[in-house]
């Protein structure tokens, strides 16, 4: 008898987050490559999109007769959406979390949160957006046979947010597998209008991502080399040049870019001469996981959930006050970058943490936990 795991892949069809929709690509390649003996992957997307997701090995494809709007709706109501039971692992939010019998139908549900921005910066979101996930986390305290989420300190937190009685499980994410500076890196730069040899950072101009915490320290640490930031979302970019400007950072200096796929992001790597973290966020550190990965020298702020995933593989500058990190980010950017051989050291250290994450690793922990389930 084969067991079918069912992957909930609306990201794939009608992506939210550039994010979610890497991730959900990536766990569900890694889940089919690590299938165990007699079990299969089947994908679950909502209506329209493309006839073929272009993810081998997938044992089907089955489509909801909704939208993904309409979709989104009918799962925070807990209506009717003709999914169906069964296993059901979802990399987001976005699943049929509804009353079900595990012991005696084997159906079970799955769903991972990977960052708690609807809950403690919900400024920051659409209000229909923070809406959605205060009412999915509802449904899966009471549904959810299992959430899954990337770090103890995130598990911690959420579990302040909702009654979830030892169900949480913590399973990391990873750099895109294959994850490299493409030989043809110099051109995919050239292409960017980006220069050779940067400090870069990642995120935008909101009050979480602290990009003037990340231009301050580059102010201070007195390196007068270019500045790359990735991420930014269209029409932020003006925004973003302000706060480099505010902190003394000529604009000559600052190339601002959006989302970037994952052969350009790594191109963008393959010059930077340090990664900058100074975002305080409760979510998965994507970019660092990247950098490290890449072996980058990567300088970050020290919250719990950079301090669990980093460890030694990077700087943490801790601080009371905005003040103070800046200051710290600062001495070690200017310490990191003092000679070829400091360089070097924070590279190594980097590449030996990044070697930790890995998608293989994720599915065989997502299989072995419907396995427990």
Sequence with gaps: MTAILRVMLDQLVAPTEAALAEASDQLARALIAGAPTACEVEGIVPAGGPADLAIAGLAGVRRTALPRRELATALQLGIGTGI???????????????????????????????????????????????????AMLKRAAKHADAVVVPA??????????????????????????????????????????????????????????????GFGAIAAGGADVPVVVIDVEEGHEPAVAELAASAGIPERRVHVRGALDAPDRAAVYGAALAFLAPAVRTAFPWRIVEALTLGVPTIAVDTPVNAELVVDGGVLVAGRDE???????????????????????????????GRTFSWSEAADRVWQLHADL
Excluded: C, Y
Aim: net charge negative; charged share 25%; glycine share 10%.
């Design 323 to 353: 003040a103070s990190v800046v200051d710290g980010m600062a001495a070690a950017l200017a310490e990191g970058l003092a000679s070829a051989a400091a360089a070097e050291r924070l590279a190594v250290l980097a590449a030996d943490r």
């Design 152 to 213: 103890h300190a995130i598990a911690e937190r959420l579990a302040e947010q909702a009654k979830l009685s030892g169900r949480i499980r913590v399973i990391a994410g990873a750099a895109p597998t294959g994850f490299a500076v493409p030989t043809d890196e110099i051109g995919r730069r050239r292409d960017l209008g980006l220069p050779e040899g940067f400090l870069m950072l990642a995120g935008g101009p909101m009050p979480a991502d602290r990009l003037s915490t």
């Design 84 to 134: 169906g039971g069964g296993m059901i692992h979802s990399p987001t939010l976005f699943a049929p979390l509804v009353r079900h019998d595990r012991v005696h139908d084997n159906d079970q549900t799955v769903v991972t949160i990977w960052d708690l921005r609807p809950w403690e910066s919900p400024d920051e979101l659409p209000r229909s957006v923070v809406a959605w996930h205060k």
